[in-house]
């Protein structure tokens, strides 16, 4: 009588899990490919802070809006631009850097019933993406922090343009820029500020308009 040795007999079993294998490992193979492709298309790029604007306007009294700024400020985000992907954004302001074109006022601003520079001198925006709204145009949905306390914030952002910086000396590295608009707006008394609010001296809503430039790094 014939004997078929184990080996044999198992081959047709073993043959078609080692190709199962072979293709799922090939598959993570892919996968890793992939996912190491598009996040070396994704750049880092740092806000350059003497091309970034941050100002606010609240309502006085009913009559008109103040205007004011933040003068010193920074920030970073990753943008992969074949996809129009955003991700990873970060902005910190300095509150004590707070201007609206009056001393007094911007005293007070920094003080104890607005900002509490002295004991929060960082006010922080973060966001992990964007939702993209068209070719140019992103929701990035994020969180504000202030006074201690987290709240969301979406900003309707452009992008207005991104390409090689005209404006690079003989002796120097020429740079690769983008360029953002973005605007939003925030509740104060989400945060706790509330100062003048009961009687209507200055208005609760905040409106946010964001200016940068930034640079690939």
Known sequence: MKTTSSAALASPCSSRRGAAARAAAAAMALLFLLAGTAQAQAA?????????????????????????MFRSARGSYSFDESRGALADVRIEVDTASVFTNQ???????????????????RMTFTAAGAKRTGERTFEITGQLELLGKSQPLT???????????????????????????????????????????????????????????????
């Open 44 to 68: 880092r790029y740092e806000i350059d802070p003497e091309h970034l604007s941050i100002g606010f306007l609240v309502d006085h009294v009913g009559y008109a809006k103040v205007l004011g």
């Open 103 to 121: 001393r007094k006022r911007d005293e007070h601003l920094k003080g104890a019933d607005f900002l509490n520079s002295a004991e929060f001198p």
């Open 155 to 217: 900003l309707q952002a452009t992008w207005n343009k991104s390409a090689e910086s005209p404006l690079g000396g003989m002796f120097s590295r020429k740079t690769y820029v983008m360029g953002v608009s973005a605007r939003g707006s925030f509740k104060r008394s989400a945060y706790g500020m509330n100062y003048a609010l009961a009687n209507g001296w200055v208005g609760d809503e905040v409106a946010l308009i964001i200016e940068l430039e930034a640079i690939r790094q």
